[in-house]
């Protein structure tokens, strides 16, 4: 009885983090555009897969230093500074102005001094503009709100090679947003943002192939969600060791492989992976060595606030 009960419960919780892989067309609102005046010019992108919010980019806010070696992130420094180089006309410098406009809070009119700064200089090829203005279009932020304009501007900064331009790209084309629906498509502008090592991407789009009847397809979804597993993304870790453990996607069941992509997570302390690799360890075969061990890893999780694991704790019999 104890132990249909911890299964159930435990299926529960594993079918919970196979639902958790991306899914179209359901998707959240376009967010309003991160402020980080100016040190990384982050689109305000609609987020259909992943999001990662990116640290500010330190080689930038390093360049801007007084005498005294202090870095200068005021937004009035950084716009003084960025004005006298784009009045020099200098193409990187209208970008940067252009984000910090585009990033002001409740400011249409700075809004729209952004959007002409950044057309100038996406006319001329910068794909860092190109990225924002597609954010500022799918926002309505100093223009029309547009998933048209958004996607075209997108498709012109991923056609530059921008990694976060090619997967949102290919989050567009999976959900139909601002274009049809073209999963081929989706796919082939997720593996380039992959390619360039975005977690994000590798993620979405091992859960895109791991659902393919092709086998090729369906391997190289697996290596894409190991690597973004490696590099340490967790749902990407959670997803696939659930996925293992129950022989989901028509993927062979391997209990093993599912433990080497909890362990790590548990002893990091994550409360979920330490309440899954305890039914591995309660229920495996294969892990039947390791059966002492699944106490331990229930009382973690349970300590961890984890109720479903504090429930299994419950039913356990006493500790010997």
Same mark, same amino acid.
């Given at each position: @009885?104890?132990?249909?009960? #911890? ?14 892989? +991306?899914?179209?067309?359901?998707? %959240? /609102? ?9 040190? @990384?010019?982050? +689109? ?8 990662? *919010?990116?640290? %500010? ?7 801007? $230093? ?6 200068? $992130? ?20 209208? $970008? ?8 002001? &809070? ?15 200089? !996406? ?20 223009? +029309? ?8 501007? *997108? ?6 090679? @921008? ?5 949102? #790209?290919?989050? *567009? ?6 274009? $049809? /629906? ?17 977690? +994000? ?13 092709? !086998?090729?397809?369906?391997? &190289? ?29 028509? #993927? ?11 362990? %790590? ?6 409360? &979920? ?8 360890? @309660? ?8 059966? !002492? #061990? ?16 504090? !429930? ?5 019999? %006493?500790?010997?």
């Amino acid at each position: @009885m104890v132990a249909k009960a #911890l299964r159930i419960s435990i299926f529960v919780s594993l079918a919970a983090l196979l639902a958790g892989c +991306p899914r179209s067309p359901e998707q %959240p /609102a376009w967010p309003e555009s991160e402020r980080n005046p100016g040190l @990384m010019p982050k +689109p305000a992108g609609r987020v259909v897969w992943e999001q990662v *919010m990116a640290a %500010p980019d330190e080689a930038v806010a390093d360049s801007l $230093t007084s005498a005294q070696g202090a870095t200068l $992130t005021d937004p009035s420094i950084l716009e003084a500074q960025y004005s006298a180089a784009a009045d020099e006309g200098q193409v990187w410098a209208q $970008t940067r102005l252009g984000v910090l406009y585009a990033r002001a &809070e409740n400011d249409p009119e700075r809004w729209q001094k952004a959007v002409r700064l950044l057309q100038l200089v !996406a006319g001329q090829g910068d794909g860092e503009a190109q990225y924002e203005l597609a954010g500022m279009a799918a926002a309505g932020r100093g223009m +029309p709100a547009s998933d048209v304009e958004a996607f075209a501007y *997108m498709k012109e900064a991923a056609a530059r090679g @921008m990694a976060d331009a090619q997967y949102q #790209l290919a989050a *567009m084309y999976a959900a139909g947003r601002g274009t $049809t /629906a073209d999963k081929k498509a989706a796919t082939e502008w997720g593996r380039r943002a992959a390619a360039q090592s975005h977690i +994000p991407a590798q993620f979405s789009l091992g859960c895109l192939l791991v659902e393919s009847d092709d !086998a090729a397809q369906k391997a &190289e979804g697996v290596n894409w969600l190991k690597r973004a597993a490696e590099a340490g993304s967790r749902q990407a870790a959670l997803f696939l060791a659930a996925a293992l453990a129950r022989g989901e996607y028509r #993927l062979a069941k391997d209990e093993v492989a599912a433990e080497a992509l909890l362990k %790590p997570l548990a002893e990091r302390g994550d409360h &979920e992976a330490q309440f899954v690799i305890a039914w591995l360890y @309660m229920f495996s075969d294969k892990l039947a060595e390791r059966r !002492a #061990l699944a106490r331990d890893y229930l009382e973690m999780a349970a300590k961890g606030g984890h109720e479903q694991a504090a !429930a299994a704790l419950k039913s356990l019999p %006493p500790a010997q």
